[in-house]
Structures are given as C-alpha cells and as structure tokens.
T-cell receptor
Framework: AQSVSQHNHHVILSEAASLELGCNYS??????LFWYVQYPGQHLQLLLK??????LVKGIKGFEAEFIKSKFSFNLRKPSVQWSDTAEYFCAVNSGGGADGLTFGKGTHLIIQP | NAGVMQNPRHLVRRRGQEARLRCSPM?????VYWYRQLPEEGLKFMVYLQKENIIDESGMPKERFSAEFPKEGPSILRIQQVVRGDSAAYFC??????????FGPGTRLTVL
C-alpha cells in the first residue's frame, strides 16, 4: 500500500523567505507525484505534477519540486514566498498510468506573515 | 468551462438518516473520484468510477456506503443510516483521461 508523509504540519514564514516543504512516499513501483494547494475558502488546485522525465518540475506561481527517487522524496520549493501563498499544501501520489485514486499526505498549513 | 460541481455544499443529517452527495464532473470528463477528509486528516481515497462502472472501491467502507456514476446525470455518493463518525468533508474529483484530477468544492456533512 502507498503512504505519503509530510514532515511539517504548520510552517510560518515571513514574506520573501525561501520555502521548502518535505514530502516522502512509500511505494515500491512506478509512481506519479503531485502537489495540490488549497487557498482559504477555495477548493484544491493542482500546483504541479511529475509523471516521468526531468525530475525537476516547475509549476504555477513560481513553485517547483524535485523528484529524488533514491530518497523517495518530492519536496516543494519556492525561492521567495508572498503573503498570498498562505494556504494548505498537500502532497499526493498514485501509481500506474495515473488513473488510480490519489494517496494524500496530511497537509502542511503554511502561513506567510507580511 | 465550469469546474467540478458538488451539491449540496453543506448537509446536516440526524443519526440514522440517509445522505446523498452529488458530483457533476467537468465537461468531457468521464472519470470520477470520491475522497473523504476527516478533521485534522488528509484526504482519503474512497472510490473511482467511470460511466456506469466502479473501477476501484478499495477505500469505501464495507457497509452503508455506495457510489454510482450513471450514464446520464451526476455521480452520487450515498451513505445510509449515518453515524456521527461520518461527519467529514467529502470531495469529488474528475479527470478526462485518468491523469490530472480536478477537485470540486466539497460537501461538508454534519451528523447530529
């Protein structure tokens, strides 16, 4: 069975600080990896995804993530955060061709202080 | 292009009643997924459906829960004889080719 671990449940940063949110997964086969974001009062939106190819993936709003297969990790990064990045961030994984249901981490609540 | 629609957004039921949650996928999407989010927990996969077929229901509780996605109309998640532990946010997602999933706003079920 798959599992996803997000290391930090709550993160508080100041604007312009750099961000890295950890995500590790447990699964022995081929995986597809995702980061979703949920802004206050809104529904989940896809930030970025990795299926294959270049392990450094660029997403929307300046976010990127790096797939490190040997570490079973898919950490999310942003060089300079903004107040509008305050949200809940979820790492997720599924297997195969990508059609399977997603296994989510518990989420990281990110607060950016102006 | 309208996103994934879910209704109702909020649903209150008393113990023992039935809850019906509806999900209309995005136009052109034939894959539907249901997830449940309990307080302080991440989203948990429940069931994956394509038109008229259940593809994977490995996350569905064995009793009282059922899902369908008929040829016409929305997907329905049905919970019979609700209990307090069913109180949660239920999210629906859809995809066109079974890859990127687009999520709806969720239905918040409260069982009194």
């Amino acid at each position: 069975a798959q599992s996803v671990s997000q290391h930090n449940h709550h993160v508080i940063l100041s604007e312009a600080a750099s961000l890295e949110l950890g995500c590790n997964y447990s699964y022995g086969g081929t995986v597809n990896l995702f980061w979703y974001v949920q802004y206050p009062g809104q529904h989940l939106q896809l930030l970025l995804k990795y299926f294959s190819g270049d392990p450094l993936v660029k997403g929307i709003k300046g976010f990127e993530a790096e797939f490190i297969k040997s570490k079973f990790s898919f950490n999310l990064r942003k060089p300079s955060v903004q107040w509008s990045d305050t949200a809940e961030y979820f790492c997720a994984v599924n297997s195969g061709g990508g059609a399977d249901g997603l296994t989510f981490g518990k989420g990281t609540h990110l607060i950016i202080q102006p | 292009n309208a996103g994934v629609m879910q209704n109702p957004r909020h649903l209150v039921r008393r113990r023992g009643q039935e809850a019906r949650l509806r999900c209309s996928p995005m136009k052109g999407h034939s894959h539907v997924y249901w997830y449940r989010q309990l307080p302080e927990e991440g989203l948990k996969f429940m069931v994956y459906l394509q038109k008229e077929n259940i593809i994977d229901e490995s996350g569905m509780p064995k009793e009282r829960f059922s899902a369908e996605f008929p040829k016409e109309g929305p997907s329905i998640l049905r919970i019979q004889q609700v209990v307090r532990g069913d109180s949660a946010a239920y999210f629906c997602a859809s995809s066109r080719l079974g890859d990127e999933q687009f999520f709806g706003p969720g239905t918040r079920l409260t069982v009194l």
